[in-house]
């Protein structure tokens, strides 16, 4: 690669017509996340436009599709887990051309698919055969009592290794004592 510079770069356009979900609503909010977006500004747009448009897209790509899913689970928690769910991944064509130095050489065409995801997130109920489809889920409270019982139970049994010990210990004796 030392005999080439990066020229341009060509990417699939994201177009609204080739979000992969089937039966998409007619009007939806569509929410784009980038590397760059920022968590706050995307949140606070799409809660806005929510109750007007009753469903959303969530789309990212590559190092984004991170971001994507936290937005759409912060969306869902902020819904308290009503909303209906279809989650699809695929993959954006990216063409990388590469410009020789030496005349010599011909120019590079590197192909690459980055991983995609759309999320829609809906108020209405969705189709529940579609695949990706996730239903609107009761989720679990947080029980902090709960937890520092296990925790005091798990101490207990390492406290009770000590004593098992002792116990094998007594064991041995006992058995010696006998002889």
């Known amino acids: ?3 080439y510079v ?3 770069n060509c990417e699939q356009p994201l177009l609204k017509e080739k979000i992969p979900i089937s039966n998409l609503p007619s009007d939806f909010l569509w929410m784009q996340v980038r ?3 920022k968590i706050r500004n995307l949140l606070t747009t799409a809660l806005k436009e929510f109750p007007e448009k009753k469903s959303v897209v969530w789309t990212g790509f590559g190092a984004s599709v ?3 899913i936290t937005c759409a689970e912060i969306m869902k928690r902020e819904y308290k887990h009503t909303l209906h769910q279809i989650t699809k991944i695929s993959f954006k064509l990216i063409e990388e051309y590469w410009d020789p130095i030496i005349p010599e050489l011909d120019q ?3 192909k690459r698919q980055i991983p995609m995801i759309n999320i829609l997130l809906s108020l209405d109920p969705l189709d ?6 996730q239903s609107p889920g009761k989720t679990l409270q947080y029980l902090p009592d709960t937890r520092k019982q296990k925790r005091n139970q798990k101490n207990f049994k390492g406290s009770n290794k000590n ?3 002792k116990s094998k210990e007594e064991k041995i004796n006992k058995n010696q004592t006998q002889r």
């Not at 529940?128 to 489809?133: F, N, Q, R, W």
Request: net charge positive; hydrophobic share 25%; charged share 30%.
């Open 108 to 110: 590079l065409v590197v």
């Open 163 to 165: 004593n098992k010990f």
């Open 66 to 68: 991170g971001k994507t």
């Open 6 to 8: 990066k020229g341009k």
């Open 128 to 133: 529940e055969k579609e695949l990706g489809y």
């Open 35 to 37: 590397g760059g977006s």
């Open 1 to 3: 690669m030392n005999n």
